[in-house]
C-alpha cells in the first residue's frame, strides 16, 4: 500500500522470499532489506522515490525469511488511481544472486593471486597509483616495501612445492599481520612481495615497519610437521 504494507502476495514472492502469504500480508517492505539499508533508510527513500518518479529500481542484497541473503534485481512501480493519486505500488524482482557471485568471484580471480588471497601486480598498480595521488593531496609520504623470501628456492628443492607453496601462504599472513588496515599487501609472482605503506611523515617511520617485517618473517615456519627457516630481503623507496 501507499505506506509500504503489504496487501498481496503471489507463489513467485512466495519461492524467492519463503514467507507464505498469510504470514507477509499486513507487514512492511522493509523486512526484506539488510540490517545495514534499513539504518540507511533504504526502503523509505525506494518508496519516496517510486512516488515522485512513478518508478524506482533496486540491485542489492535482500534478505529471505530464513536470513539468507540473495541479490535483488528488481522495480518498484507507483499504482494511481483515476485523479493520478499514488494509492499503492507494485515491486516485480528477480533472484540474482548467482550471476552476482559470479561476477564477484570473477573480479576476485583478476585482482588477486589465488594462491595466497593478496591482491597480484596489476591490483598493486591500482593501489599504487591511488596511494600516489592521495599522498600529493594530503602532503604526506608513501613508501614502497619490496620484499625477496631467503632460501625459498632450497625450501621448493628439498621439500616440494606443496611445501613452498604453504610457506607463501603463511609469509602472506604474517605481513597482513604487520601493517595498517590503510596499507596494501601483494604478491608480485614467485617469492617477491611488495608493501605500499601510506599516510606517512618520515623515512623513519617506514624502517620501523621493515624492522618489523623482517623479525616476524625470520621467526621458524611449521610446515608438514618441520621447522623451516626463511627470511626476507626488504628494499624500501620512498614518495616524494
Not at 61 to 80: N, S, Y
Not at 191 to 198: A, G, I, K, S
Not at 202 to 222: K, T
Request: hydrophobic residues 40%; negative net charge.
Amino acid at each position: 500500500d501507499v505506506s509500504g504494507h503489504i496487501v498481496s502476495w503471489n507463489p513467485g514472492a512466495e519461492r524467492i522470499l519463503g514467507y507464505r502469504k498469510a504470514e507477509i500480508v499486513g507487514s512492511h517492505v522493509s523486512v526484506f532489506f539488510t540490517p545495514e539499508d534499513r539504518e540507511k533508510g533504504e526502503p523509505q527513500r525506494l518508496l519516496r522515490q517510486a512516488a515522485q518518479d512513478g518508478r524506482s529500481e533496486e540491485d542489492s542484497w535482500r534478505v529471505r525469511k530464513d536470513g539468507q541473503r540473495f541479490w535483488c534485481t528488481g522495480a518498484m512501480g507507483a499504482l494511481h488511481d483515476s485523479a493520478g493519486c499514488v494509492q499503492g505500488f507494485v515491486e516485480i524482482m528477480r533472484d540474482n544472486t548467482e550471476r552476482r557471485l559470479a561476477e564477484q568471484n570473477a573480479f576476485f580471480l583478476a585482482n588477486h593471486d589465488p594462491l595466497t588471497g593478496l591482491p597480484n601486480r596489476a591490483r598493486f598498480m591500482e593501489r599504487l597509483h591511488e596511494a600516489l595521488i592521495n599522498a600529493d593531496r594530503d602532503a604526506m609520504r608513501v613508501a614502497v616495501l619490496l620484499l625477496d623470501l631467503d632460501r625459498f628456492k632450497s625450501i621448493n628443492d628439498h621439500l616440494g612445492h606443496h611445501a613452498g607453496d604453504e610457506l607463501l601462504r603463511l609469509v602472506a599472513q604474517r605481513l597482513l599481520r604487520c601493517v595498517r588496515e590503510t596499507d596494501t599487501v601483494a604478491r608480485l609472482g614467485g617469492d617477491e612481495f611488495v608493501v605500499v605503506l601510506t599516510r606517512l611523515k618520515s623515512l623513519s617511520a617506514a624502517e620501523l615497519i621493515a624492522e618489523n617485517i623482517v623479525r616476524e618473517l625470520g621467526h621458524n615456519y611449521e610446515i608438514e610437521q618441520q621447522l623451516v627457516k626463511s627470511g626476507a630481503s626488504v628494499g624500501i623507496a620512498m614518495y616524494p
